[in-house]
Each structure stands twice: as C-alpha cells, then as structure tokens.
T-cell receptor, first 115, second 113 residues
Framework: ETGVTQTPRHLVMGMTNKKSLKCEQHLGHNAMYWYKQSAKKPLELMFVYNFKEQTENNSVPSRFSPECPNSSHLFLHLHTLQPEDSALYLC??????????????FGEGSRLTVL | GNSVTQMEGPVTLSEEAFLTINCTYTATGYPSLFWYVQYPGEGLQLLLKATKADDKGSNKGFEATYRKETTSFHLEKGSVQVSDSAVYFCALSDLSGTYKYIFGTGTRLKVLA
C-alpha cells in the first residue's frame, strides 16, 4: 500500500458508543494531522503530531481523543459523541521540515454519522 | 494570524470556458502556497504548489502564480472539462512553531457539457 490509508471509510455510531478511527501513512513522513470537514463549513484542523508529540490541539472537545504511537500511525478515539459531530474526518501527513515547502498528503477520509 | 480567503462558490461554467478562482492570503514571512482539489466522496489531492514569490505552479492544465506584491495565488485554466467539476481549496503553510496548514473555505466548480 502507498500513501495515506484511513479505516473505516464509513462509520455509524450511537451517542453512547466508543469507536476509533485509524490512519496509516507509508510515506516516511514525521507529521500527522486530523481535520474535520463538515457540510458548508471550512476545513477544521483538530490535531497535529510531529514525531509522535502533539504540537497542536485546536480546542477540540475531550470526547475526541487522539493517539499517535509512532510516526506512521494515528488514531482518533471517539466517545459519547453528539449528532453535530457527524462529518468527514480526514487524516493527513507531511514531511514536517523547517522549510514548510512540503505539501500535505490526505487520506480518503472516514465518514462518521452519529445517531 | 495567517489566513486564506477564497471566492465564494459555486462557480458554474460551460465546457471549454476559462476558469479563474481567486485566492488571497495574509501571512508573516514567505509561506508556501498550495491548491488542492476534492472530488465527490474523496479526500483532498494536491493540484499544484509554489514555494516562493513569482513561482508558477502548474498541473493538468491548471496554473497559479505566487504574487507577493498582491498576496494572491489565483487558480486558472484555459479550457475546463466536465471532469474538472470538484471543490478547490487554496492553502498555505504556516511558518509559526507548529506544522500547520491553513485552508480557505473551498470553491465548488460545476462544469456543464
């Protein structure tokens, strides 16, 4: 496999469920990201990790819990979500070098529906 | 802070028409600039990028030039096709401490046969 892979592609969960989204990158990058994309709203940055360390938490509610065990894997643990959390969750990676000339590589997203 | 402003959509064009999607930015320093495209049901794909002033990024007939004096990075294509229908996002790399990328709100393009 190449690029950035996200699983599952689709997820339906109740408000009391606990589920996780998984992201894996095969590009040798050191920075990984979670973005939220809702209908009619701008792309929202949620979390940034660089070399497994969290460098950005964009005031995300605690019902979203990220985990980055190594530079190739990123998880988003979901617990007691609300219907307004229904969205497309996009994972991305980048080289994370100091020049900032490299681009983000995105996965195809996990479509989450909270009932 | 850094920001990206894109023209509101949707933009509706006939096939073979000329396309311009405006993008302006506010940033400290000299960020890299990007255009991404998102087709229905998919993630974002890099379309083109420019890493310094006066650079022109190009790909698949699309072009954009990094204009420092006007802080702009407008996307153009001379002749659009139905298959170009998608959402286009302008973005910049944030040069502050974290490895952030700032995105515009996206512009939906519809091309009619």
């Amino acid at each position: 496999e190449t690029g950035v892979t996200q699983t599952p592609r689709h997820l339906v969960m109740g408000m009391t469920n606990k589920k996780s989204l998984k992201c894996e990158q095969h590009l040798g990058h050191n920075a990984m990201y979670w973005y939220k994309q809702s209908a009619k709203k701008p792309l929202e940055l949620m979390f940034v990790y660089n070399f497994k360390e969290q460098t950005e938490n964009n005031s995300v509610p605690s019902r979203f819990s990220p985990e980055c065990p190594n530079s190739s894997h990123l998880f988003l643990h979901l617990h007691t979500l609300q219907p307004e959390d229904s969205a497309l969750y996009l994972c991305a990676s980048s080289q994370g070098d100091s020049t900032r000339t490299g681009e983000l590589f995105f996965g195809e997203g996990s479509r989450l529906t909270v009932l | 802070g850094n920001s990206v402003t894109q023209m509101e959509g949707p933009v509706t064009l006939s096939e073979e028409a000329f396309l311009t999607i405006n993008c302006t930015y506010t940033a400290t320093g000299y960020p890299s600039l990007f255009w991404y495209v998102q087709y229905p049901g998919e993630g974002l794909q890099l379309l083109l990028k420019a890493t310094k002033a006066d650079d022109k990024g190009s790909n698949k007939g699309f072009e954009a030039t990094y204009r420092k004096e006007t802080t702009s990075f407008h996307l153009e294509k001379g002749s659009v096709q139905v298959s170009d229908s998608a959402v286009y996002f302008c973005a910049l790399s944030d040069l502050s401490g974290t490895y952030k990328y700032i995105f515009g709100t996206g512009t939906r393009l519809k091309v009619l046969a």
